[in-house]
């Protein structure tokens, strides 16, 4: 194990005492899209399944991964290739909804049709800290890698809802009037708390005597969310920043 970590100390120690270039704190606001890795769908589907003993049939289902990211932070370059940064990210939210139809009860001038929607919404927010390693390619352009932790809260959101459409035509006049009814609706919100990994790589473009940075990264997050709660998946988050270096 000593044989493993001595390089790692050795390596760390050479990047802080290299000469400094461009060091000093910064900071960076950043907007990107997300990808959840997983979707647990087991509520929206159990619920569906009962609905579907109760006569509704399939009308639409959707499962989305898809999220916005928006990110805050503050860092310290210690030299060109030795960083930290802490800040705060929203990742988004991973949704799925299942819906149904079926006839309600008619009249001699009265139509209905019978909703049935199930949803479930995970987000994720929450701090991060992480070391950043660059290796500049150019004057202006620089690659790096990044890891560290993420403490993460999440929520999934889960609902139920059977509501009534009736549709009535006046025998008189003939005009047409719709109202809608709740039949029935239930509704749940589970949340937790943790701590997760950061990896994540990217390249950085600062114009030369600019005060300015501009970043492009990816990054995963592992395991946000727990399985026994909220459900739980790795996160891949996307994201464009516009960096202000106070030098």
Not at 50 to 62: C, M, N
């Amino acid at each position: 194990m000593k044989r493993e970590i001595a390089p790692l100390i050795f390596a760390l120690l050479f990047l802080f005492c290299l000469p400094a270039h461009a060091a000093g704190p910064y900071f960076s606001l950043g907007v990107g899209a997300s990808n959840f890795k997983t979707v647990d769908t087991t509520y929206v589907d159990t619920q569906f399944a009962i609905a579907q003993t109760q006569g509704f049939s399939p009308s639409s289902s959707v499962t989305n991964t898809a999220g916005g990211v928006g990110k805050l932070l503050a860092g310290y370059q210690f030299n060109k290739y030795l960083g930290i940064e802490g800040g705060y990210i929203g990742l988004g939210e991973s949704n799925a909804m299942r819906e149904g139809m079926q006839p309600g009860p008619s009249g001699a001038n009265t139509t209905s049709e019978d909703t049935f929607t199930a949803r479930q919404v995970f987000d994720a927010t929450g701090a991060f800290l992480t070391a950043n390693a660059g290796l500049p390619i150019s004057s202006s352009f620089s690659i790096f890698a990044k890891g560290g932790v993420f403490r993460w809260h999440a929520e999934n959101n889960q609902s139920a809802l059977t509501k009534r459409t009736t549709t009535t035509t006046d025998p008189v006049t003939g005009k047409i009037s719709t109202s809608t009814t709740t039949l029935s609706s239930s509704s749940a919100m589970f949340s937790d708390s943790g701590t997760a990994p950061i990896i994540g790589a990217g390249i950085s473009y600062k114009p030369a005597d600019r005060p300015v940075t501009i970043r492009a990264e990816f990054e995963r997050f592992k395991k946000v969310g727990r399985n026994e709660t909220t459900g739980e998946s790795d996160i891949d988050a996307f994201s464009i920043a516009l960096i202000l270096n106070f030098l």
